[in-house]
């Protein structure tokens, strides 16, 4: 695996924090929070994993499972419907061989941006 790929992950999921943080849940509620917990833990453990495709995929879809419970959970309707798609996306990244594992990383580098984004209009 590419070490740069990693270093991207890891900064997104640095920025993703921090976004989440200091934008959309300072006076959110703490579901919010939890949300762009799982999605930066999910991005950390799935770049961990990077190269062992079948933990990869593990990881995306541990992390899109607690995603979803914690929507299904939410008083919010738009945190629940948010928190359900961003789920839908790291449970529908392909990661059955080394190729697609790293698509799909640089997919997570890219886009766990945008989930940040959809995470904090939500709250």
């Given at each position: 695996?590419?070490?740069?790929?990693?270093?991207?992950?890891?900064?997104?999921?640095?920025?993703?924090?921090?976004?989440?943080?200091?934008?959309?849940?300072?006076?959110?509620?703490?579901?919010?929070?939890?949300?762009?917990?799982?999605?930066?833990?999910?991005?950390?453990?799935?770049?961990?994993?990077?190269?062992?495709?079948?933990?990869?995929?593990?990881?995306?879809?541990?992390?899109?499972?607690?995603?979803?419970?914690?929507?299904?959970?939410?008083?919010?309707?738009?945190?629940?419907?948010?928190?359900?798609?961003?789920?839908?996306?790291?449970?529908?990244?392909?990661?059955?061989?080394?190729d697609t594992a790293i698509k799909a990383l640089e997919k997570l580098g890219t886009d766990s941006a945008k989930w940040a984004s959809q995470l904090i209009d939500a709250c």
């Amino acid at each position: 695996m590419q070490p740069f790929l990693g270093r991207i992950s890891a900064v997104t999921a640095a920025t993703l924090t921090a976004f989440l943080v200091s934008a959309g849940c300072s006076g959110g509620t703490q579901e919010c929070l939890d949300a762009g917990g799982i999605v930066t833990d999910t991005v950390q453990k799935a770049t961990a994993a990077s190269e062992n495709p079948a933990a990869m995929e593990k990881a995306l879809n541990d992390g899109a499972a607690k995603l979803a419970a914690l929507g299904e959970k939410a008083g919010d309707d738009d945190l629940k419907k948010a928190a359900a798609e961003v789920a839908e996306k790291l449970k529908n990244l392909d990661v059955t061989n080394d190729d697609t594992a790293i698509k799909a990383l640089e997919k997570l580098g890219t886009d766990s941006a945008k989930w940040a984004s959809q995470l904090i209009d939500a709250c």
